[in-house]
């Protein structure tokens, strides 16, 4: 009797089992790359009440960050500023603006449109409630805002600049010393490791620190050049043993999960 199906079918189950794995792959790419932080928050700027403008505040103004998010350094949260914050320059500077009509109705009693609501700003960075994160924890250990939030003084609408996913948190964990600078530059968002020379890194290191201390925390360099630019991660380095930073290691989970 002759076969009643052709040949070829023979290999038909390998097929449907090659095509679907093929597919399976293909879906679990597009599911690693497309459902990552990096690719649904990267570039997230949402239009705000009030446009404004970081780059002419922070970059050309040069207000300090903690004049707006004035409880960084104390809190685990970094606040958005209240209008009164705002009203307290505008009310001089600016005043006729429409852009700053949400901030009138806010803050200026003696405008006609006033209501006293708070301006609704649009959250920008927000951590997931199962995410455990101490703003002041950060600071506090010479963790700049241009590590999470990019260089913000260059931003005429802020938006996402880093993933902030779980591995990337956990990149800085592993390697503090990629990223720790003095107290005193933390919110200085243009600081490099070059704009610190050694001598004035070791006059910072001395006044926290004992001689000895100081030696072991930054040895000499190598070609024995007292003047030799330091790198991030000697001035970093230094930092993690001065303040015995720890962080929670990824083994332990409880340290950013509570």
């Given at each position: 009797m002759a076969n009643f199906f052709p040949r070829w079918t023979n290999t038909l189950p390998l097929q449907v089992v090659v095509a679907l794995g093929v597919m399976g792959l293909g879906v679990s790419a597009a599911v690693t790359y497309y459902f990552t932080p990096k690719y649904t928050r990267v570039g997230y700027q949402p239009d705000q009440p009030v446009p404004y403008d970081h780059k002419l505040h922070v970059g050309q103004l040069g207000m300090d960050c903690r004049y707006c998010h004035s409880f960084v350094e104390k809190s685990g949260h970094a606040n958005v500023p209240a209008a009164s914050t705002c009203w307290n320059c505008h009310q001089h500077v600016k005043l006729g603006s429409p852009k700053l009509e949400p901030i009138r109705k806010a803050a200026d009693k003696n405008y006609e449109g006033y209501d006293g609501n708070p301006v609704e700003w649009v959250r920008v960075h927000r951590a997931p409630d199962y995410v455990y994160f101490d703003h002041s924890a950060h600071v506090n250990r010479g963790v700049s805002c241009v590590s999470c939030h990019g260089d913000i003084s260059e931003m005429r609408v802020v938006y996402h600049a880093e993933e902030?996913?779980?591995?990337?948190?956990?990149?800085?964990h592993k390697q503090p010393e990629?990223?720790?600078?003095?107290?005193?530059?933390?919110?200085?968002l243009k600081w490099q490791p070059e704009d610190l020379s050694r001598k004035d890194f070791t006059d910072y290191l001395a006044g926290?620190?004992?001689?000895a201390k100081v030696a072991e925390l930054l040895p000499l360099p190598k070609n024995g050049n007292p003047d030799e630019l330091l790198s991030q991660e000697e001035i970093g380095s230094a930092l993690k043993k001065l303040w015995n930073?720890?962080?929670?290691?990824?083994?332990?989970?409880?340290?950013c999960h509570r």
């Open positions: 902030q996913s779980m591995s990337w948190c956990l990149d800085c990629k990223h720790l600078r003095p107290l005193d530059e933390v919110f200085n926290k620190a004992d001689a930073i720890h962080p929670p290691s990824p083994n332990n989970c409880s340290g």
